[in-house]
Protein backbone atom coordinates (compact mmCIF):
# COMPACT_ATOMS: atom_id res chain seq x y z
CA UNK A 1 0.00 0.00 0.00
CA UNK A 2 1.21 3.60 -1.09
CA UNK A 3 1.63 5.70 1.52
CA UNK A 4 2.38 9.19 1.59
CA UNK A 5 4.51 10.99 4.21
CA UNK A 6 3.74 14.16 5.59
CA UNK A 7 6.16 16.72 7.66
CA UNK A 8 7.02 20.10 8.68
CA UNK A 9 3.91 20.37 11.15
CA UNK A 10 4.72 22.13 14.36
CA UNK A 11 3.41 24.78 16.89
CA UNK A 12 3.70 28.84 15.34
CA UNK A 13 2.20 32.11 17.07
CA UNK A 14 -0.39 33.25 14.93
CA UNK A 15 1.11 35.23 11.99
CA UNK A 16 3.74 32.79 11.55
CA UNK A 17 4.39 30.41 8.71
CA UNK A 18 5.00 27.15 8.11
CA UNK A 19 6.04 24.92 4.98
CA UNK A 20 4.31 21.16 4.76
CA UNK A 21 6.21 18.56 2.95
CA UNK A 22 4.29 15.53 1.53
CA UNK A 23 6.48 12.97 0.01
CA UNK A 24 5.90 9.57 -2.40
CA UNK A 25 7.74 6.83 -2.97
CA UNK A 26 9.59 7.36 -6.11
CA UNK A 27 8.18 5.83 -8.83
CA UNK A 28 5.31 4.47 -6.85
CA UNK A 29 2.45 6.45 -8.33
CA UNK A 30 3.78 7.73 -11.99
CA UNK A 31 1.93 11.59 -12.31
CA UNK A 32 -0.56 11.91 -9.66
CA UNK A 33 -2.26 14.80 -8.78
CA UNK A 34 -1.83 16.22 -4.39
CA UNK A 35 -4.19 17.68 -2.03
CA UNK A 36 -4.06 18.79 1.14
CA UNK A 37 -6.69 18.89 3.95
CA UNK A 38 -7.15 19.41 7.24
CA UNK A 39 -9.15 18.14 10.39
CA UNK A 40 -9.97 19.19 14.10
CA UNK A 41 -11.72 16.58 16.25
CA UNK A 42 -15.10 16.29 15.89
CA UNK A 43 -15.33 17.70 12.51
CA UNK A 44 -15.46 16.49 8.76
CA UNK A 45 -12.32 16.76 6.99
CA UNK A 46 -12.08 19.87 5.24
CA UNK A 47 -10.49 20.76 1.83
CA UNK A 48 -7.34 23.17 1.71
CA UNK A 49 -5.66 23.24 -1.45
CA UNK A 50 -4.63 20.97 -4.50
CA UNK A 51 -2.68 20.93 -7.32
CA UNK A 52 -2.22 19.17 -10.67
CA UNK A 53 0.62 16.94 -12.27
CA UNK A 54 2.43 19.30 -13.38
CA UNK A 55 2.12 21.89 -10.79
CA UNK A 56 0.04 24.40 -13.25
CA UNK A 57 -3.26 24.30 -12.35
CA UNK A 58 -3.86 25.05 -8.23
CA UNK A 59 -7.45 25.35 -6.18
CA UNK A 60 -7.56 26.63 -3.02
CA UNK A 61 -10.63 26.45 -0.03
CA UNK A 62 -11.48 30.29 0.49
CA UNK A 63 -10.61 30.06 4.32
CA UNK A 64 -6.70 29.80 3.07
CA UNK A 65 -6.41 31.55 -0.14
CA UNK A 66 -3.97 33.95 -0.59
CA UNK A 67 -2.01 32.79 2.68
CA UNK A 68 -1.31 28.96 1.67
CA UNK A 69 0.42 28.25 -1.31
CA UNK A 70 0.70 24.49 -2.68
CA UNK A 71 3.64 23.72 -5.14
CA UNK A 72 5.81 20.60 -6.33
CA UNK A 73 8.85 19.26 -6.92
CA UNK A 74 8.25 15.85 -9.09
CA UNK A 75 12.30 15.44 -9.35
CA UNK A 76 11.95 14.99 -5.16
CA UNK A 77 8.11 13.36 -5.14
CA UNK A 78 6.99 16.18 -2.90
CA UNK A 79 4.65 18.51 -2.76
CA UNK A 80 4.40 21.35 -0.33
CA UNK A 81 1.83 23.73 1.39
CA UNK A 82 3.50 26.87 2.28
CA UNK A 83 1.34 28.68 4.89
CA UNK A 84 1.94 32.27 5.77
CA UNK A 85 -0.14 34.43 7.75
CA UNK A 86 -1.47 31.56 10.22
CA UNK A 87 -4.54 31.82 12.52
CA UNK A 88 -5.85 30.25 15.44
CA UNK A 89 -8.24 28.71 13.41
CA UNK A 90 -5.58 27.01 10.53
CA UNK A 91 -4.90 24.90 13.62
CA UNK A 92 -5.91 20.94 13.12
CA UNK A 93 -4.01 17.57 11.96
CA UNK A 94 -3.08 18.41 8.00
CA UNK A 95 -3.09 15.19 5.66
CA UNK A 96 -1.67 15.13 1.69
CA UNK A 97 -3.62 12.79 -0.75
CA UNK A 98 -2.63 11.53 -3.76
CA UNK A 99 -4.42 9.94 -6.85
CA UNK A 100 -2.39 8.73 -10.20
CA UNK A 101 -4.11 10.79 -13.13
CA UNK A 102 -3.80 10.77 -17.01
CA UNK A 103 -4.05 13.75 -17.70
CA UNK A 104 -1.38 16.64 -16.61
CA UNK A 105 -3.88 19.52 -15.55
CA UNK A 106 -6.13 17.29 -13.35
CA UNK A 107 -6.67 18.04 -9.99
CA UNK A 108 -9.20 17.18 -7.30
CA UNK A 109 -11.11 18.87 -4.42
CA UNK A 110 -13.07 15.92 -2.74
CA UNK A 111 -11.29 13.72 -0.36
CA UNK A 112 -13.11 10.77 -1.79
CA UNK A 113 -11.45 11.43 -5.27
CA UNK A 114 -7.68 10.54 -3.70
CA UNK A 115 -6.49 6.86 -3.29
CA UNK A 116 -2.97 7.65 -1.75
CA UNK A 117 -3.32 9.01 2.06
CA UNK A 118 0.16 10.18 4.42
CA UNK A 119 -0.88 9.86 8.02
CA UNK A 120 -1.11 13.52 8.96
CA UNK A 121 1.09 16.14 10.59
CA UNK A 122 0.13 18.37 13.46
CA UNK A 123 -0.59 22.09 13.19
CA UNK A 124 -0.85 23.67 16.22
CA UNK A 125 -1.22 28.40 16.19
CA UNK A 126 -1.20 29.73 19.26
CA UNK A 127 -2.92 33.03 19.78
Known amino acids: QVLLVESGGGLVQAGGSLRLSCTAPACALGAYAAGWFRQTPGKKREFVAA????????YYSDSVKGRFTVSRDNAKNTVYLQMNSLKPEDTADYYCAGRSVTFDSTYYTRDYDYVYWGQGTQVTVSS
Open 51 to 58: ISWTGGDT
